[in-house]
């Protein structure tokens, strides 16, 4: 099943969710590139492993006591390191979290009575 465990703070409960959408790749080898005047061509370095930003969007039904809980503690992974199993039930480690935008609850007939739903912004680390 989808969800998000902070692994910051113990003991690291997984907070489940009903859906993960979204791509979280790898970390890339970084390049810089740069000229000189005067001279023919380009200079290149490598930086090591980055280039790993992701966004996803996360979503649970429930009751709006429920969803309510549920907003406030995908709110609070802001600035943690997490641990994601996505949709596919694929794990994803080693996950900064740098931004959460809860988005607000919506009336759902027939899916437990409300629905939230909030987009997660991080950088895979090493």
């Known amino acids: 099943m989808p969800s998000i465990t902070n692994v910051t703070d113990s003991p690291g409960v997984p907070i489940t969710c009903d859906y993960v959408r979204g791509r979280i790749g790898e970390l890339q080898q970084r390049i810089e590139t740069w000229q000189v005047a005067g001279m023919n061509g380009y200079g290149a370095q490598q930086l090591g492993l980055g280039d790993s930003q992701f966004a996803i969007v996360v979503v649970r ?10 907003l406030s503690q995908i709110a609070a992974l802001q ?45 895979v680390v090493p």
């Open 61 to 70: 039904y429930g009751s709006e006591a429920n969803v309510d809980v549920w």
């Open 79 to 123: 600035g943690k390191r997490a641990t994601v199993v996505d949709d596919w039930d694929a794990t994803h480690a080693n996950l900064l979290i740098n931004r959460v935008q809860v988005q607000p609850k919506v009336a759902e007939a027939g899916n437990g009575g409300c629905r939230g739903e909030a987009r997660i912004e991080g950088v």
